[in-house]
T-cell receptor, first 114, second 114 residues
Framework: AQTVTQSQPEMSVQEAETVTLSCTYD???????LFWYKQPPSRQMILVIR??????QNATENRFSVNFQKAAKSFSLKISDSQLGDAAMYFC???????????FGKGTLLTVNP | SAVISQKPSRDICQRGTSLTIQCQVD?????MFWYRQQPGQSLTLIAT?????????ESGFVIDKFPISRPNLTFSTLTVSNMSPEDSSIYLC???????????FGPGTRLTVT
C-alpha cells in the first residue's frame, strides 16, 4: 500500500519569488515513481515533473525542480521565479507495483500574489 | 502527450437517474483510469479499465454503481447509476503516459446531483 501526505493545505508566494511545496510518502515497493501534478481552476490535471526512485539525481523541468530524499521519503517541489499562471492546486502522487495505479496526496493550494 | 476529451463537461442530474461519461483519447492506449474528485478533495481511483478485460475496481466502488465499458483502445465510458447528491463530484479519466506510471488526464466532468 502507498500513502502520500501533503502537510500544507495552502501556500502563497510573491510573483518572481521561490516557493517549496512539501510531500512525504510511504511505500512497500522497491521500484516506484513520484510525480507532481498541477490542477488550475480549469480543473485540467497537468503533469509538472516526475522522479524515478532509483535515480539519485533530482528531476528538473525549467522553473520546477524537486528535492528527492529517498531515506526520508520526502519529495518536495520547488518553483522558482513564480508566475501568476503557477497559481493552482498541486498534488503529489506516487506509483509502483504491478497495477500502475497512482496514489495522490490531498493537495496544496498555491496562491501567487502580484 | 495524448489529447483526451470527455463528454459531457458538466451536467446537473436528478436523484435516482444515471449518467454516462465518455472519454476519448487521440491515440491507442492499453490502460485507462477513472477517478472521482469530490469537492475540495483529492483524486480517488474508481477503477482501471484495460481493453479486452473487465474493469478492476478499487475498494469502496462496485460495478453495479459505476459500470465501465472499454470497447476499444481509444474509448471508455463510466456510468454513474442511481445517483444521489453524494455522487456530486468531478469525474476524471486518465490514460497511461509515455513513461512508467505516468498518466495524462482528461478535462473532467463536473456532475451535480439534485
Amino acid at each position: 500500500a502507498q500513502t502520500v501526505t501533503q502537510s500544507q493545505p495552502e501556500m502563497s508566494v510573491q510573483e518572481a519569488e521561490t516557493v517549496t511545496l512539501s510531500c512525504t510518502y510511504d511505500t512497500s515497493e522497491s521500484d516506484y515513481y513520484l510525480f507532481w501534478y498541477k490542477q488550475p481552476p480549469s480543473r485540467q490535471m497537468i503533469l509538472v515533473i516526475r522522479q524515478e526512485a532509483y535515480k539519485q539525481q533530482n528531476a528538473t523541468e525549467n522553473r520546477f525542480s524537486v528535492n528527492f530524499q529517498k531515506a526520508a521519503k520526502s519529495f518536495s517541489l520547488k518553483i522558482s521565479d513564480s508566475q501568476l499562471g503557477d497559481a493552482a492546486m498541486y498534488f503529489c502522487a506516487s506509483g509502483g507495483g504491478s497495477n500502475y495505479k497512482l496514489t495522490f496526496g490531498k493537495g496544496t493550494l498555491l496562491t501567487v500574489n502580484p | 502527450s495524448a489529447v483526451i476529451s470527455q463528454k459531457p463537461s458538466r451536467d446537473i442530474c436528478q436523484r435516482g437517474t444515471s449518467l454516462t461519461i465518455q472519454c476519448q483519447v487521440d491515440s491507442q492506449v492499453t490502460m485507462m483510469f477513472w477517478y472521482r474528485q469530490q469537492p475540495g478533495q483529492s483524486l480517488t481511483l474508481i477503477a482501471t479499465a484495460n481493453q479486452g478485460s473487465e474493469a478492476t475496481y478499487e475498494s469502496g466502488f462496485v460495478i453495479d454503481k459505476f459500470p465501465i465499458s472499454r470497447p476499444n483502445l481509444t474509448f471508455s465510458t463510466l456510468t454513474v447509476s442511481n445517483m444521489s447528491p453524494e455522487d456530486s463530484s468531478i469525474y476524471l479519466c486518465s490514460v497511461e503516459g509515455r513513461d512508467a506510471y505516468e498518466q495524462y488526464f482528461g478535462p473532467g466532468t463536473r456532475l451535480t446531483v439534485t
